[in-house]
C-alpha cells in the first residue's frame, strides 16, 4: 500500500527565510508520481509540480525547488527568501502506476511566515 | 475561462437528511475526482470517475453516492448514512494521458447540525 508521511505538522519561519518541508513517501511500484499542492486559505488545492519515479532531477522554479531523492524515497520543498503570500498548507501526494490513479496525501504542513 | 466549479461554497443541512454537492468542469477532463478533508487531515478519496456512466468507489465511500451522467458533471450525494458528514469536500478532475495531475475546484464546506 502507498503511504505519504509529512512530519512536519506546522513551521513558522521570519519572511525572507528559506524553509524546507519534508516529504517521505513509500510504495512498491517502480512507477510513481509525485505531486506538491498548496492550499491557501481560500481552501481550493493549487498544483505546483508533479514528478515521476524516472526523473530524479532536481526542480527550480522562481523561489521554488524540489529535491528528489529514491534512495531516501523524499520529495522535500523548499521556499527560498519566504514571503507572507506563502503562508497555507502544502500537501504532498503519491499516485502509483498509470493513467488516472487515485491520489494518496500527506496530512499536510501548515506553513505560516511571519512579516 | 476553463476550471471547476462547486457550488455553493457553504452549506448547511439537519441531521437526517441527505445533501447534493455540485461539481462542473469545463476543462474537457475525462476523469473526475471527490475527496473529503477534515482538520489537520490530508484528503481522503471519496468516489472517482474515468469515464461517463462509470463511477468507482475510493477509500471512504460510506454513506456516499455519485452519478455520472455527463462528462462535466460529477454531483456527490452525501446521505443520512454517513455519520459524520460535516467536514469540506472537494471536487477535482484530470485529463484522460495528462497521466495523474488532478486541478481541484474550490470546495464546498458542509455543516450538519
Known amino acids: 500500500a502507498q503511504k505519504v508521511t509529512q512530519a512536519q505538522t506546522e513551521i513558522s519561519v521570519v519572511e525572507k527565510e528559506d524553509v524546507t518541508l519534508d516529504c517521505v513517501y513509500e510504495t512498491r511500484d517502480t512507477t510513481y508520481y509525485l505531486f506538491w499542492y498548496k492550499q491557501p486559505p481560500s481552501g481550493e488545492l493549487v498544483f505546483l509540480i508533479r514528478r515521476n519515479s524516472f526523473d530524479e532531477q532536481n526542480e527550480i522554479s522562481g523561489r521554488y525547488s524540489w529535491n528528489f531523492q529514491k534512495s531516501t524515497s523524499s520529495f522535500n520543498f523548499t521556499i527560498t527568501a519566504s514571503q507572507v503570500v506563502d503562508s497555507a498548507v502544502y500537501f504532498c501526494a503519491l499516485s502509483e502506476g498509470h493513467g488516472n490513479e487515485k491520489l494518496t496525501f500527506g496530512t499536510g504542513t501548515r506553513l505560516t511566515i511571519i512579516p | 475561462d476553463g476550471g471547476i466549479t462547486q457550488s455553493p461554497k457553504y452549506l448547511f443541512r439537519k441531521e437526517g437528511q441527505n445533501v447534493t454537492l455540485s461539481c462542473e468542469q ?18 481522503r478519496l471519496i468516489y472517482y470517475s474515468q469515464i461517463v ?31 459524520n458528514p460535516t467536514a469540506f469536500y472537494l471536487c477535482a478532475s484530470s485529463r484522460e494521458g495528462d497521466t495523474d495531475t488532478q486541478y481541484f ?9
Open chain 2, 53 to 83: 456512466n462509470d463511477f468507482q468507489k475510493g477509500d471512504i465511500a460510506e454513506g456516499y453516492s455519485v452519478s455520472r451522467e455527463k462528462k462535466e458533471s460529477f454531483p456527490l450525494t452525501v446521505t443520512s448514512a454517513q455519520k
Open chain 2, 105 to 113: 475546484g474550490p470546495g464546498t464546506r458542509l455543516t450538519v447540525l
Open chain 2, 26 to 43: 469545463n476543462l474537457n477532463h475525462d476523469a473526475m475526482y471527490w475527496y473529503r478533508q477534515d482538520p489537520g487531515q490530508g484528503l
